[in-house]
């Protein structure tokens, strides 16, 4: 009987993969490679359960006490740095000699992952040897593989400051226990899950933990503290915005000592001894494997090899056979294939994106420019393709766009994308899309797609709409990348009343609009101030609203070389302060305004540079 379908841990249930575009709220949509892992346990590629850890289960004082420590965490309320010290060290005392339990309780493990994050390297390093001889089990457990990972991309901070004390390591494959006890408690992790690799990288839970650990091997950055992560949910992302983070956390990317570096030797020589052709092409499909063999096929391209890419994609002088075009095609027409052919495209050597535009994509343009799955693909593939063979596609696509349904939208943006990283064909596009808009005297309307913003449903208000959000994305791209359509947009949007700007600024989705207009270096002077007049006597408001907050930072920008109009901004802001404190988008407004020093001396203040 097949087992039932379960999502991640704490994850949030995820939109499908063609409705998981960025959104313009500020809590970030998850990337379209959470959506599809959550969908299926199994999908013909065989998932290994893996012993399930269970080390008892906390009683209901102990749970109530964690989900108070967690209000008392999300609320911020410490009154210094002290006081939130002696909180934690509280917590630490509650969860001490009991940390196997609380890891695999569903509240508990949030709780230890606030901890972890806030942690010196001693509490991390009790931590592993807490979980040490348990790795297997607890990473294929629903609630501890997420304090596995957790822990794991907090050791990355420390790591790097072992490496820069004892810089031998970076040559020489040791473990050092004493002055790098970090790197040890690594290679003991390791240690636990060489013999079961495949058991962990292609179990639901595994899969997650063991991308962590390559990542922090590559000595790459795993998790943001901001903004969508493969590897966070929602709420693992809101733990890690309101807990102290430290300021060496999430620092990017480092040089890994030697001895990781034989670690991910032996890591892909386990899993490319493990597939074949056909196991391959089914793992690339599959919602779980497919992300692991990503990675995989990036790691080996820093090393300069692409063994697993040769077992999937065997290289032929001519062209593809029947099998690897039905392959090829598969992927494009499945969520999961075609997010693994864009990574693949992004990281593979450049001579095999040369072969899959040559035999591939090149005889494929009119299906392409009605499909919205292949876009994604092309944009990885344009962007790694050189000049001379980027405008002929990239012209040749063009001609093929016929209308601005979605899916042409789509496709649009990410020629777009291209034409702003190679500089070229910005006449040609400008000329297309002037001729696919049926308004061109308001650019603006007919690129969104609305006769006016009186008419647009209370869907389409709030944000809701997945082709809106596409026709904004476009409108931005087209601000930045094509001048001769730049003009026109902000013509258009300058010729609306005073009232339609400020809804635009309300609206989640146009508001990206306004921002991307106001940040336009080369606006001039007239039409600044024009701008600017409209919005005066709103800032206040402005700033507390979840949409035209971004816009009040966005005329931080505008401003610039005005004579008194960011002092008239400002003013209104410190007028409205109590409502502007009360709110979370106002006080970023606050913060990025540098208003706390205006508050103490205006003349400070307009001598030091306002941080956008």
Not at 544 to 562: E, F, H, P, Q
Request: charged share 25%; glycine share 4%.
């Amino acid at each position: 009987m097949p087992r039932e379908q379960k999502k991640r841990g704490r994850r949030l249930n995820q939109k499908p993969y063609e409705k998981s575009q960025p959104e313009p709220e500020p809590e970030p949509e998850p990337s379209p490679e959470l959506a599809v892992e959550e969908e299926a346990y199994q999908n013909g590629v065989d998932h290994g359960a893996g012993q399930q850890a269970f080390y008892g289960l906390l009683d209901s004082t102990q749970i109530e006490y964690f989900k108070e420590a967690e209000r008392i965490i999300d609320s911020n309320a410490f009154m210094a740095e002290e006081e939130r010290e002696q909180f934690y060290e509280a917590l630490w005392a509650e969860v001490n000699e009991i940390e196997l339990k609380v890891s695999t309780d569903p509240t508990g493990s949030k709780i230890l992952e606030r901890l972890l994050l806030a942690s010196p390297k001693e509490k991390l390093l009790d931590v592993y040897k807490t979980y040490s001889t348990r790795v297997l089990e607890l990473s294929t457990q629903r609630f501890s593989s997420h304090c596995l990972e957790t822990l794991l991309n907090c050791s990355l901070a420390f790591i790097s400051s072992e490496i820069q004390q004892a810089p031998d390591l970076l040559q020489v494959p040791t473990i050092d226990t004493e002055n790098a006890p970090i790197i040890s408690a690594v290679s003991d992790f390791f240690a636990e899950i060489q013999n079961d690799i495949p058991a962990i990288a292609f179990h639901p839970y595994g899969s997650h933990v063991f991308r962590s650990f390559l990542l922090l091997c590559a000595g790459k950055e795993s998790v943001k503290t901001s903004g969508s992560s493969v590897l966070s949910g929602n709420k693992s992302l809101s733990a890690k915005k309101t807990a102290v983070v430290p300021e060496t956390f999430g620092s990017g990317r480092f040089e890994p000592p030697a001895v990781f570096k034989q670690f991910i030797e032996n890591v892909l020589q386990t899993i490319v001894n493990g597939i074949t052709l056909e196991k391959g092409r089914k793992m690339a499909l599959d919602p779980v494997s497919s992300p692991v063999l990503q990675l995989l096929i990036e790691l080996e391209d820093d090393l300069m090899r692409a063994d697993i890419l040769s077992i999937i994609l065997p290289p032929t002088k001519g062209e593809p056979d029947f099998m690897t075009i039905s392959f090829l095609e598969s992927l494009l027409s499945n969520p999961v294939g075609s997010h693994f052919l864009e990574k693949l495209l992004y990281s593979c050597p450049l001579s095999f994106v040369e072969y899959l535009h040559d035999s591939f994509f090149a005889d494929r343009l009119r299906i392409i420019s009605k499909a919205k799955g292949f876009s994604f693909a092309v944009k990885a593939l344009m962007q790694r393709m050189d000049k001379k063979s980027y405008e002929e596609f990239a012209a040749r696509l063009l001609d093929e766009v016929t209308d601005l349904s979605l899916q042409n939208v789509v496709l649009l943006n990410n020629i777009i994308v291209a034409i702003s990283q190679h500089g070229s064909l910005q006449t040609e596009a400008a000329n297309k899309i002037t001729g696919l808009c049926s308004d061109r005297e308001n650019m603006l309307l007919a690129l969104l797609d609305i006769s006016s913003f009186e008419n647009i449903s209370a869907r389409q208000r709030s944000g809701a709409n997945d082709s809106l959000k596409q026709r904004s994305i476009l409108v931005e791209n087209l601000l930045k990348s094509i001048p001769q359509i730049s003009e026109a947009i902000v013509e258009s949007f300058i010729a609306f009343p005073a009232d339609t700007k400020l809804q635009f600024t309300e609206n989640t989705i146009f508001s990206h609009v306004v921002e991307a207009i106001l940040s336009k270096g080369d606006l001039p002077l007239p039409t600044r101030r024009k701008l600017l007049n409209d919005f005066m006597g709103h800032f206040g408001d402005m700033a507390c609203s979840v949409g035209a907050s971004r816009v009040v930072d966005a005329c931080n920008i505008t401003s610039a070389g005005l004579n008194h109009y960011r002092e008239r901004i400002a003013k209104e802001l410190l007028a409205d302060r109590e409502s502007v404190m009360r709110s979370l988008y106002g006080k970023k407004v606050w913060k990025n305004w540098n208003m706390d020093l205006y508050a103490r001396s205006s003349a400070q203040w307009k001598g030091k540079l306002l941080r956008v």
